[in-house]
């Protein structure tokens, strides 16, 4: 079945997202493999639910129990079985580097914890033409440190920096080339079929011209996915394509 990973970012007041989960479990989610990263204050709203729940992003240093931070065993306790690494933002305004990437991926799946592991150029690195090795970089630097146990527990989340938040037209024949090179990589190096999910201000609207793109494995959304409506709309789309 296809991934369906909804991610709301630092959105929603308390009170919203009462509305929001009342929405939510009435939608019929069981038709794909459908993963809901709310803000890690609201994790607790859905224990007990049959929602696969996803942390955002983990801490660095999470063994040391550090203020502020939140402990894997922690988010074990809420149920949590998915957690978001790497993702763009957490890079470029964070300056995240590959080595703790790394490491909050195998904290991780050390935990049990399966990873959505985003990958992605930015505009500039388009530009000057250099997004097959940042690719190739970001997937050897963090796979060539993971047995081929762990591997199975990671989803790739292919997102380009310059596709996050805005309505950029997409270049259909380009996206399926660097998916395609992303799944030929991984099975080509590490003999793994790694699930690729596609993100970058995808809608209701255009989600339609993404799934001609049968060699994708799912999406990662966000913002669109602000009006819970528009993932029973979403949903219908992927499962009737």
């Given at each position: 079945m296809k991934y369906l990973i909804c991610n709301l970012k630092a959105n929603k007041t308390y009170e919203e997202m009462l509305d929001y989960k009342e929405e939510l479990i009435k939608t019929n989610l069981n038709s794909l493999n459908f993963i809901f990263?709310?803000?890690?204050?609201?994790?607790?709203?859905?224990?007990?639910?049959?929602?696969?729940?996803?942390?955002?992003?983990?801490?660095?240093?999470?063994?040391?129990?550090?203020?502020?931070?939140?402990?894997?065993?922690?988010?074990?306790?809420?149920?949590?079985?998915?957690?978001?690494?790497?993702?763009?933002?957490?890079?470029?305004?964070?300056?995240?580097?590959?080595?703790?990437?790394l490491k909050k991926i195998k904290d991780a799946l050390e935990q049990e914890i399966k990873v959505i592991y985003c990958i992605g150029e930015s505009k500039e690195e388009k530009n000057r033409r250099v997004e097959y090795q940042v690719l190739e970089r970001q997937i050897a630097r963090i796979f060539n440190k993971l047995s081929n146990k762990e591997l199975k527990n990671i989803i790739i989340a292919y997102e380009p920096g310059y596709l996050i938040g805005?309505?950029?037209?997409?270049?259909?024949?380009?996206?399926?080339?660097?998916?395609?090179?992303?799944?030929?990589?991984?099975?080509?190096?590490?003999?793994?079929?790694?699930?690729?999910?596609?993100g970058g201000s995808i809608n209701k609207e255009n989600i339609d011209y993404l799934l001609n793109l049968n060699i994708l494995d799912g999406f990662i959304i966000c913002s669109s996915i602000l009006n819970p409506e528009n993932i029973t709309k979403i949903i219908q789309k992927m499962t009737t394509q």
């Open positions: 990263a709310p803000s890690s204050i609201y994790l607790p709203l859905f224990k007990g639910s049959s929602i696969n729940l996803c942390i955002q992003d983990i801490a660095l240093n999470e063994k040391l129990n550090l203020t502020g931070d939140i402990s894997i065993h922690q988010l074990k306790s809420l149920d949590v079985k998915y957690a978001i690494i790497g993702h763009y933002e957490r890079r470029k305004y964070y300056k995240e580097t590959e080595y703790e990437i805005n309505n950029n037209t997409y270049n259909l024949a380009k996206i399926k080339e660097m998916i395609q090179f992303i799944k030929h990589l991984t099975l080509d190096y590490y003999q793994i079929n790694v699930p690729v999910v596609f």
